[in-house]
């Protein structure tokens, strides 16, 4: 199947080549899910990365463009949390060659742009995805520039320029950042290798709920929880659970966790108060910095997905987080403070501890921990 690119809002079609930033109406882009997947062909054995799901990810119109710019992503260990939490699971995925489960996104999007013959592209990120984008673009040898928020970890913004990349370091708000880079793609016609805008982003980050099912051996958890910023794990996980269901690997999903940090969480706000969209909110600064997403571009698909998996989405505060921060460290386990947030909400909410819950580690201590 050929791989189609259609608008969430006016579902106006367009193919791999003539993709657009966003569809003409202003819709942003999707796409379209396949329904022939063949469950026989989910698993190759033979390949150890994420790759090894490639039939059941849009690659047909990237043909082999990522065999030459993997870094071997994916395969991230499921571990027992153990001692107070026995029902809890943490899938290891800051165990990436860029130390955060970015890279499953950013080694799909940018073998699409290596596969169109781009030399040149922007990208705009709290951190993670930027470091992701500029490791893959470096390998592709595609010339790279990162807008990132001035007073993000030192540590992030240091990856993004030994990996060659040009910083851009924008004072004010996350958003403020996100401008400054699309006004460069557009002055100077650049390509936007965008993990919000780009569809091919999150159809990477798919890979997390394959591998689950893998090392779960078909037993989903009873409660997937994700962090919510930008929402591309979340979208990721929604659109792999629909792939599996549609290849008949599984008959019912996981009920989904969302956590937003309590400073900045217009998802949570909109999700109880019955909206279709998500209103922009005004970020009072938080420590989970990977998450202080304060209009996220995709909110209405965000919502959609989560009212179609029983969703739920909790938040935490500064509080909460730095003691989780203490608190997983204390039992061996070294997370970014985004990462905390996730779990605060965990270890304050013992209604869901009492089934099996699995839990990202999205990004690696050494980057941003705050202890
Ligand atoms: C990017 C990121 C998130 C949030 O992901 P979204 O796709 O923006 O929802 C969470 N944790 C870490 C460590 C991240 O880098
Ligand atoms: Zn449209």
């Known amino acids: 199947m050929s791989t189609i690119i259609y608008c969430s809002e006016c579902l106006k079609e367009y193919s791999f080549i003539e993709m657009p930033l966003t569809c003409e109406c202003g819709g942003i882009l ?13 698993l190759n054995r033979e390949i150890w990365s994420m790759f090894r799901y490639k039939n059941f990810l849009p690659l047909d119109c990237l043909g082999d463009a990522w065999k030459g710019i993997t870094l071997g992503e994916g395969m991230t260990p499921v571990v ?21 489960f970015k890279d499953r996104g950013a080694s799909i999007l940018v073998a699409a742009a290596k596969k169109l013959g781009i030399k040149e592209i922007v990208q705009d990120s709290s951190g993670n995805a930027g470091i992701a984008v500029a490791a893959y673009a470096a390998r592709a ?6 807008f990132v928020p001035a007073g993000n ?3 992030k913004i240091q990856q993004i320029y030994v990996h060659g990349a040009d910083v851009y370091e924008i004072e004010g708000t996350r ?8 006004n460069k793609v557009l002055e100077e016609k650049l390509y936007y290798a965008s ?18 099912f893998e090392q779960l051996k078909g037993n989903m958890p009873d409660y997937l929880w994700v962090p919510v910023g930008n929402g591309t794990l979340l979208l990721g996980c929604y659109y792999g659970l629909l792939d599996l269901k549609s290849a008949g690997l599984i008959s019912k999903f996981p009920k ?11 998802v949570h706000d909109a999700f109880y108060a019955g909206e279709d969209v998500v209103k922009p909110c005004v970020n009072k600064g938080t420590l989970a910095e990977g998450i202080a997403i304060a209009d996220p571009k995709r909110g209405k698909l965000i919502l959609q997905a989560l009212r179609e998996l029983d969703g739920e989405v909790l938040t935490a505060d500064e509080k909460a987080i730095c003691a989780a921060a203490k608190k997983l460290a204390g039992d061996g386990f070294y997370f970014e403070t985004t990462t905390a947030a996730t779990f605060a909400a965990y270890f304050s909410n013992p209604d869901f501890q009492d ?9 690696a201590g050494i980057k941003s921990s705050i202890i």
């Open 175 to 182: 958003e403020d950042t996100a401008k400054a880079a699309l």
């Open 195 to 212: 993990h919000v805008y780009n569809p091919f982003f999150y159809e990477g980050t798919k890979t997390y709920v394959f591998e689950l």
């Open 256 to 266: 989904m966790i969302a956590v937003q940090s309590h400073n900045c969480a217009p």
């Open 30 to 42: 999707s796409i379209k899910r396949n329904a022939n997947l063949d469950a026989g062909k989910f």
């Open 80 to 100: 027992d949390y153990g001692s107070d939490f026995g029902n809890l699971k943490i899938k290891m995925d800051y165990m990436m060659p860029t130390l955060s």
């Open 141 to 146: 040898g595609i010339k790279c520039s990162i």
């Open 153 to 155: 970890s030192k540590k």
């Open 355 to 363: 089934k099996i819950s699995v839990l990202p580690a999205c990004g």
